[in-house]
């Protein structure tokens, strides 16, 4: 796949769907296993909980118009793991399900926790949170923000001239205001491990970045 050159978004040829559909369904089951080994009751969704619409010029990339919400809290109120795999499906809620699309996993995320209306919503990265240069050119972790300071530091740069976040964070930091735009509490983003994500939500300084809508 190759990037629009106005948009700056993926442009996905339709030949790549088939791997793609191979991606979700192997995501998903590694997932489910470990679900198993941890003997926690689950439940793998299809990827056509989420309805997308086709973006134009972009082949079979789509941005999500709309998720199955009820779907999804039916089978937690069963007390199961949800699995949500990114992608989507053309056609409104009712109708049959259409041509799969290539749709951005953290848009997935960030609407999925808008729909049921979530609380909370944790973002894994390669980085401890949202890093941002400090004494002696070394980078630290700010361990909360607000919309207002990460629009900031959205725009920020460093002597050098380069943007304080980097342009692969830019579509994480993008779904963060979004999912708080509408409606969720808080989303942490920070590395993936059991560890890590314990000390986020348990303890009060956490192991990567709290974000929230206002400070309090």
Do not use: Y
């Not at 949170?129 to 900031?152: Q, T």
Request: contains cysteine.
């Amino acid at each position: 796949s190759t990037m629009h050159p106005e948009t700056h978004l993926r442009i996905t040829p339709k030949e790549a769907i088939p791997t793609l559909e191979r991606e979700l369904v192997e995501i998903s089951n590694t997932i489910a296993s470990e679900c198993v080994k941890l003997n926690i009751p689950h439940i793998v969704l299809p990827h056509s909980i989420t309805r997308a619409t086709r973006r134009l010029g972009h082949g079979e990339t789509g941005e999500v118009s709309a998720v199955k919400a009820w779907q999804i809290i039916n089978e937690a109120n069963c007390r199961r793991l949800v699995i949500v795999p990114f992608g989507g499906v053309e056609g409104k809620m009712d109708e049959d399900d259409g041509a799969t699309l290539n749709v951005n996993a953290d848009e997935v995320a960030w609407r999925t926790a808008a729909s049921i209306e979530a609380s909370k919503l944790i973002f894994l990265t390669n980085e401890e949170g949202i890093m941002v240069p400090g004494k002696n050119g070394k980078k630290v972790r700010k361990s909360f923000l607000d919309i207002h300071n990460l629009l900031l530091l959205l725009r920020k740069k460093t002597l050098s001239g380069r943007f304080v976040i980097a342009e692969g964070m830019v579509p994480k930091v993008e779904a963060c205001i979004q999912a708080l735009a509408h409606g969720v509490k808080q989303v942490h983003m920070l590395k993936p491990s059991l560890e890590a994500i314990l000390a986020e939500v348990l303890t009060h300084t956490g192991s990567g970045t709290l974000i929230e809508k206002k400070h309090p």
